[in-house]
Nanobody, 120 residues
Framework: QVHLAESGGGVVQAGGSLRLSCDAS????????MAWYRQAPGKQRGLVAD???????HYADSVAGRFTISRDTSKKTIYLQMANLMPEDTGTYYC??????????????WGQGTQVTVSS
């Protein structure tokens, strides 16, 4: 059983920065990718950024150039460095891990989420 624990959320003024961390615990044998999603009040959860097993990163258009996702494979940890934060970045940020099991299909794990509030 894989467990994800996010940390680093908080309240910040517009233009500020925050760094989120997500630690994965448990046995992960196969290749896996990880991602950050966020959900604002009254809106659906959406992808912020993801990073593949090989280290390739993708970003939502709304955060490209401001956010950076990175991973420490040895620690099974990913980070989300957020800069130039805007009020519309406010929401609950969730860590997501997907393990590739080939023909068995992927296993998907979500963290509990960490709140980010950006004040104007």
């Amino acid at each position: 059983q894989v467990h994800l624990a996010e940390s680093g959320g908080g309240v910040v003024q517009a233009g500020g920065s925050l760094r989120l961390s997500c630690d994965a615990s448990g046995s992960i044998i196969n290749r896996y990718s990880m991602a950050w999603y966020r959900q604002a009040p009254g809106k659906q959860r959406g992808l912020v950024a993801d990073v593949s097993y090989g280290g390739t990163a993708h970003y939502a258009d709304s955060v490209a150039g401001r956010f950076t996702i990175s991973r420490d494979t040895s620690k099974k940890t990913i980070y989300l460095q957020m800069a130039n934060l805007m009020p519309e970045d406010t929401g609950t940020y969730y860590c997501y891990l997907e393990v590739d099991r080939g023909v068995l299909g992927p296993t998907m794990t979500w963290g509990q989420g960490t709140q980010v509030t950006v004040s104007s």
